[in-house]
Structure formats: structure tokens, C-alpha cells
């Protein structure tokens, strides 16, 4: 196990105190911030700082830290290309050990002195006549000619408005917010059946006197194969999987044989691990396969079946003391409530912080759903990158396959800034293109023709914001490296 990275550092080289100038201002240091940051290093870029509102590095990876925790995707597809991990001790990681790996990134690419932990971004405001982005932070003012976000989509814990909630006498806690001194034995409710819900469920069964999980709608669930190497066994080879993860994309697209064959494999699963019948149904989606996150594991089924676990088919409407109401009208006393409700996804609280050069905020700009060009530029946000951000994600792949071609596009964007000196601001009608063409893909995906309401998907506008509507291949050979044509005005993106 890594040792716990503790180090604490007040800016980076080119940075005297917290009102000093740096050349690029990386916000977020998980995994696209402490990428980013790494590849500038080797780059040769020094004077940049890696601003962390926590005080330690790992995103997601640090936050969560739920019992059970783990990644979702082999962990051979889990480090970066350019710095693999070589032992992972199982085929999903476990959390610990991914948030080890970045903290052993940081050290290993001597990262330490260019982060700004415990800082927290207040505001950025483009400075037009200055070519610098102004930023405010809980430690000070900081300006810097390039803003690069790398916040992530899992940073921000959604809890439900639920009448009570703030009356409950016992734990209440998002499963991204752990308690981790959690005793046993006590009764706990779980709100959600989402990813955390999958992991976490079976692992508090096994210390809980009894567990009842409140399901607004059953996840599709595929068997996860979950094992630890055996000492000195060879891992499996990177591109290998990276081919296999791609084949999964046929399975996106509603009504082809690659997406009936999924199903016929979840369903499958589902039969071979509940035999009730009554139970079964419970649990059985009635949307297509992927239309939501597609979950793996081999025990979630087994262990709602324990005797004291109960699964309630409804979601909480009330909260009196401390029992929970569920929709159904059934009642359930707790010690114990834990929401595993997800993340504010698709309308960042960040992008309320971030004006741009016409005043009007990147909130406001994406009012009607995120938009960008190649998922990266935002129209009227001069010098301005978003990692993770719109239209990013992998519904079938490891999100670094994107995260790394979008810091490829970062750092062509670098060397083009300074071989220019002008700022770089991508047309609007270059944005407009990109966005017509990913709702337009996004048509045919079971994202939105597979009858499910999902996190990938903006609320007001119906529109897929969260995911890429193609291969991780096609990303990284469109979009890995700058092209500087759809920032002249009018410029439009070949697509």
C-alpha cells in the first residue's frame, strides 16, 4: 500500500505567493488534473500550479471510500499510457490502490511542488484586455494566461430532497461522504441502486443487523469475474483489452444484435443468481441495457437474498424520525441512512464560477445542456479547456481513453499559443457544428431510444451531454492533437 501523501505546498515553480502569475492554472487534481499536470512536466512546463480544494490528490478516488469500493473497468485499462501500473492485485482495482496510483503519479513526476492543496477556486473571470484569466481562491488571487478544468463528474454529491430528511436522529451520509468508523450491527438503509449501491450493499450486509435498500428502478447487472493474481502471474495486455472495450460499443446502438446480445447476457445472469420468480421481476429493468450505467457483480444479487436484507421496490417519499417511508406506504425503523443517489453530472456547480469574455458565466452558457467543441473549447471562453467535461465520458471504455487525447489537445493548444501570442477562442459556429453532430449521433444510441431517464442525459433539454456518441478510437485520432482551423472565425471542425 502507498503511504498517504501528506505533503502541503503554497504554489510551484513561477509562483512567488498566492497572488503570483503562473502560465497555467490546472483546477482539480484527480486523475485528468494530476494527468495534465504530468504531461506538462515532461513537456517541459514548469509554471503552472494544480489547484485541490481537498488536502490530498485522487478525485473520486480520495472521496470515495465506501466498503467495497472498486473500479468498474479492468484495471489494466485504469492508469495512464504513458505511466502504467504493472501490479495491480486484482482485476478490478479496489479504490485504495487507484488512489495510491496517483498519489505515487504526483511523486514520481515531482508534481508535489506545483500543487495548491486545501485551495478552493471562488471565481475565474477572463480578463479581455489583459489575455489572462483572474482567478479568486479561498488562499488568494491567482492569475494565469490558460484555465484548464479538471473537476471531474463525480465530485459533486446529489442527496435528494426527501421530507424529514433533516430531522432523522441517527447517520445520515452520501455514500461519497463514507462514515467510516461505522459500527456493526446496526440497522441501515440504503437509498439508490446505482454503482455504489452495487458495491457497497454486499459489504454492509456482511456487519449490519439488517439492511433494507429503497429501488426506484433496477439496474441491468452483468457478471464481473472479480479475482485476485495469483503472485508473478502476467497481467493482461493493455491494447488487448482496449480492443475488447471497444467492441462494446456495437452493444450502444439501439436495436442492433450487439445491444440483444447484452441483454440476453444480463438477463441470463439475473436468472442464474434469483430463482424467485417474484423476486426476478422486481429486478428486472425495463429499459435497454446501457440506457444507464450497465453495472457488474457477482454478489449483488446474492446478497439481496440474505434474510436480513429487504428490498423495497420504491424510493423514500418521508422521513419521520427514525423510520423512512417508502412509496409503497411501507415503513422501516433505521440507525442508519445512507444515499447512494449519485452526482450532479450534468450541470457542473463549477461552471457557475467561470465568466467569460462577453460577462456571461459558462453556467448560463450552458443553460440549454453542456455544449463545446470537441468536448474540450467553449465559444466566448478564450484559453479556457474542460477535461471531463461535455460530452467526455465512455459509456463502454475507460474514461482515460478521452482524458488523455483531450491533454494532448491541451498541449498542442500550449505550443500554438506561444507561437501566436494571440488567445484562442473557438467560433461559435464551430461549436455549433460539433454539438449538432453529437445529438445527432446520440439519436441512435440507447442512451436516448432506450426508455430509461439516466445521469448521461441533461434534464431540461433531453439532450446526451455526459458521454461521447462513439468510439474512444475516433476521439483520440480526431481530436488528440490541436488543430488551430475551427478557431478562426467562422472555423468549422471536419466532421
Known amino acids: 500500500m502507498t503511504a498517504a501523501y501528506t505533503d502541503r505546498h503554497d504554489g510551484g515553480p513561477g509562483s512567488d505567493g498566492p497572488g503570483a502569475d503562473v502560465d497555467v492554472a490546472v483546477v482539480g487534481a484527480g486523475l485528468a488534473g494530476v494527468g495534465l499536470g504530468a504531461r506538462l512536466r515532461r513537456a517541459g512546463r514548469t509554471g503552472f500550479t494544480v489547484l485541490e480544494r481537498a488536502d490530498d490528490v485522487g478525485g473520486t478516488w480520495r472521496d470515495n471510500v465506501y466498503p467495497g469500493v472498486a473500479c468498474d473497468i479492468p484495471s489494466a485499462l485504469y492508469s495512464y499510457s504513458f505511466l502504467p501500473q504493472p501490479s495491480w492485485s486484482r482485476v478490478f482495482a479496489p479504490g485504495a490502490e487507484i488512489h495510491g496510483y496517483v498519489r505515487d503519479v504526483v511523486r514520481s513526476e515531482g508534481l508535489a511542488p506545483h500543487l495548491r492543496l486545501g485551495t478552493d477556486l471562488t471565481g ?14 479561498s488562499r488568494g488571487p491567482l492569475t494565469a494566461r490558460v484555465l484548464a478544468t479538471a473537476v471531474g ?15 432523522f436522529p441517527g447517520r445520515v451520509f452520501h455514500s461519497a461522504r463514507w462514515g467510516r468508523d461505522l459500527p456493526a450491527g446496526l440497522r441501515v438503509a440504503v437509498v439508490g441502486t ?42 493482461p495486455e493493455r491494447t488487448a483489452l482496449a480492443e475488447e472495450a471497444e467492441r462494446l460499443f456495437d452493444a450502444r446502438i439501439a436495436g442492433t444484435r450487439a445491444e440483444a446480445e447484452l441483454r440476453d447476457r444480463a438477463q441470463n445472469h439475473l436468472r442464474a443468481q434469483v430463482s424467485d420468480p417474484a423476486l426476478r421481476a422486481l429486478l428486472t429493468p425495463d429499459y435497454a441495457v446501457g440506457c444507464k450505467r450497465a453495472l457488474f457483480s457477482d454478489d449483488w444479487y446474492p446478497a439481496l437474498q440474505q434474510p436480513h436484507v429487504t428490498l423495497e421496490p420504491s424510493a423514500p417519499v418521508a422521513v419521520e424520525g427514525s423510520t423512512v417511508v417508502a412509496a409503497s406506504g411501507a415503513r422501516y425503523e433505521v440507525d442508519v441512512l445512507v444515499l447512494a443517489t449519485g452526482f450532479e453530472t450534468t450541470r457542473p456547480p463549477f461552471a457557475h464560477l467561470v465568466t467569460g469574455r462577453d460577462g456571461r458565466t459558462l453556467a448560463e452558457h ?28 465512455l459509456g463502454h471504455h475507460s474514461a482515460l481513453e478521452v482524458i488523455e487525447a483531450q491533454i494532448g489537445y491541451v498541449l498542442g493548444a500550449l505550443d500554438h499559443l506561444d507561437a501566436t501570442g494571440v488567445p484562442l477562442e473557438v467560433s461559435a459556429d ?31 433539454s433531453g439532450r446526451l451531454t455526459l458521454l461521447w456518441p462513439g468510439r474512444a478510437v475516433e476521439f483520440r485520432e480526431r481530436f488528440g492533437a490541436f488543430d488551430p482551423a475551427p478557431f478562426a472565425p467562422g472555423g468549422l471542425p471536419v466532421c
Open 124 to 137: 475565474a473571470r477572463w480578463d479581455d484586455d489583459a489575455a489572462t484569466w483572474r482567478l479568486t481562491t
Open 153 to 167: 463528474r463525480l465530485s459533486e454529491p446529489r442527496v435528494p430532497e426527501i421530507p424529514g430528511l433533516g430531522t
Open 194 to 235: 446505482g454503482a455504489s449501491a452495487v458495491q457497497l450493499v454486499p459489504e454492509v450486509a456482511r456487519r449490519a443487523a439488517s439492511v433494507v435498500v429503497l429501488q426506484r428502478t433496477p439496474p441491468w447487472v452483468l457478471p464481473r469475474g472479480d479475482r485476485a493474481y495469483a503472485p508473478g502471474e502476467p497481467r
Open 366 to 393: 450552458w443553460s440549454g445542456g453542456m455544449t463545446s467543441h470537441a468536448s474540450t473549447v467553449v465559444h466566448g471562453f478564450p484559453n479556457l479547456f474542460v477535461l471531463d467535461g461535455p460530452n467526455a465520458g
Open 430 to 460: 464551430a461549436e455549433a457544428a460539433y454539438t449538432r453532430e453529437v445529438d445527432r449521433r446520440a439519436a441512435e444510441t440507447v442512451w436516448l431510444r432506450g426508455g430509461c431517464r439516466s445521469w448521461y442525459v441533461d434534464e431540461r
